[in-house]
């Protein structure tokens, strides 16, 4: 059990790139939007950024934003980017296994990504 703990320790501090997966890769919000991915990818506890189709929503015009929302089961969060009328749903694999540390997580990248928009 320990041994496996720490192979998940070692994938969770593999580099940004090698943790972005799936099968869209594409980001919405251009540089702004990956730097973003890039920040939220280097927390030790999110393993796998596996970002998923583009949509259209409403209301054209607007800056990039982003907001991880709540933890399922498992403690795997979302994180929702919306840049004029485009969004995104960005699926981020933890290595915690609840729900109540999944919530712990998503407070601390919330508080990230307020501090870098």
Known sequence: MAENKSNLEEK?????????????????????????????????????????????KGIAGGSLTGKVLRADARGNLRLLLSEGRSFQEVRLVTTVGTAEEGDRIMNELNEILRTAL
């Not at 990956?34 to 990818?41: D, G, R, Y």
């Open 12 to 56: 969770a501090q593999s580099s940004p790139k090698n943790k972005l997966g799936g099968v869209h890769t594409t980001v919405i919000g251009g540089r702004a939007g990956k730097k973003l991915v890039k920040l939220i990818s280097q927390h030790p506890e999110v393993k796998k950024v596996i970002p998923s189709v583009i949509s259209v």
